[in-house]
């Protein structure tokens, strides 16, 4: 609209003019409405998932199997009288006690009560690593940005005041709508599968000392100490625990 100065306005001192002075209009412009909010980004892709674990590495071959001893001198025994031979009661002993056989019965008639420990429990077996981890997958393509929202209109021209006093200044025009909301991100692509891990190292060789023969048994009383001599050689030789 257009407001001219009254006389009750203070005059420009460059250009004094006699009342009543009239001044050229000023044009006043109504305030621009504001622009609609910018549309959020959209969304950022699912990052793609972890490759799997490779598999465990393969059990080391069983070591080969020792040489067999040599055999024992042959003696042949003078002939004796019938014998027999029993097996009495077998009892389990402690873990890591000694073995044992003794004769409860006589030299005629054996009778061998025989005493096995219990085997000791092993450790189990160390664990193989575990296979490397596959690379991350790619990260998602960033969502398109939503578009601006729509200018609101600029707001109406107030009505031109009456000369004397200053005319009532326009209303501010409506505010525009909000921008519609851009549209959600493509989802990323998944990622690539990881390689399969490498394989674990061969396990160790197994290896073991034969124990020494024993001579045979020339009555009742001597199986009952070639047996227990075969034991201490199994002893000696870690094939059986003490």
Known sequence: ????????????PC??????????????????????????TGATGATGAMGPTGPTGATGATGATGA??????SITGATGSAATIQIGTVTTGD??????????GTNQNAIFDF?????????????????????????????ATGPTGVT??????GPTGVTGPTGV????????PTGATGPTGATGPTGATGPAGATGPAGEAATFTAAAAVQNATSSTDVVTQFNQLLANLRAAGLLNS
Not at 95 to 104: L, Y
Not at 169 to 176: A, C
Request: with cysteine.
């Open 95 to 104: 873990p890591g006690s000694a073995a044992a056989v003794t004769n409860s």
């Open 152 to 157: 609101g209109p600029t707001g109406a021209t």
């Open 15 to 40: 250009c004094p003019c006699p009342p009543p002075c009239v001044y050229p209009p000023w044009s006043v412009t109504g305030p621009q409405g504001p622009t609609g909010p910018t549309g959020p």
């Open 115 to 143: 005493v096995i420990p219990q085997g000791v429990t092993r450790p189990t077996g160390a664990t193989r690593p575990t296979g490397v981890t596959g690379p991350t997958g790619a990260t998602g393509a960033t969502g």
């Open 1 to 12: 609209m257009n407001i001219y100065h009254g006389d009750n306005f203070h005059r420009d």
């Open 68 to 73: 067999t001893g040599a055999t024992g001198p």
């Open 169 to 176: 200044t326009g209303p501010t025009g409506v505010t525009g």
